[in-house]
């Protein structure tokens, strides 16, 4: 019994590395859709995300009958609780790359992208791609120090923002009240997708030491490195 529950626990990771990774291609093609006008590509994000909310859906009815049969207490419960916030942010964040598709959609056969922010959009999508994937690495390692690297990497992403804003706020922009707010709501999708991946990395952080990363970073330490905490829960792969 003990090793069936055991079992359990490491499905539900398997569970968050496949939806984060399911989430992190969804950002990639999402952009590639929005970027080159691709409706059919867009159609399939958009439809690919059924996929998530259903992975989503399948791990909080198994973590709710985990903590309903087993009681969890401890470590365990940790593990069951944190689990089911990473699976909250993962599901939000494919929702985020389903609304860039869907710009992209309603804009069709045009870009919503004017040609001169195609190359600040690119690479907002590409670092979006890259910290979701590093999310991945982070559940499956349970490294706490690449877990705290990741907000320093999202502080790219928030001057990819402001770099948005900038030329919004320029007298010389020339696309239109309507393409301002459709680049406003871009930045902030992919601002917000990397907001998730940062909070999954932050919960591992959580999960495997107790402790809030916020906590770890302001007392000037890294916390302990994965392979020195014990904790085997939520495997990955």
Partial sequence: MRDAYHEELDSIGDSLVEMARL???????ATTAMLDADLKMAESVIAADQKVDDLQHDLEARAIALLARQQPVATDLRIVVTSLRMSADLERSGDLAQHVAKLARLRFPESAVPRDLHATILEM???????????????????????LQLEQDDDEMDQLHRTLFQHLMDDRWKHGIETAVDVTLLGRYYERFADHAVSVAKRVVYLVTGEHADEIQAAGSTGPSAGSTGSAPVEGA
Avoid: H, N, P
């Fill in 125 to 147: 999508g590409q670092l979006a791609q890259r910290l979701m994937a590093k999310a991945a690495e982070v559940i499956i390692t349970k490294d706490v120090d690449l877990a």
């Fill in 23 to 29: 989430v992190g291609s969804a950002i990639g093609r």
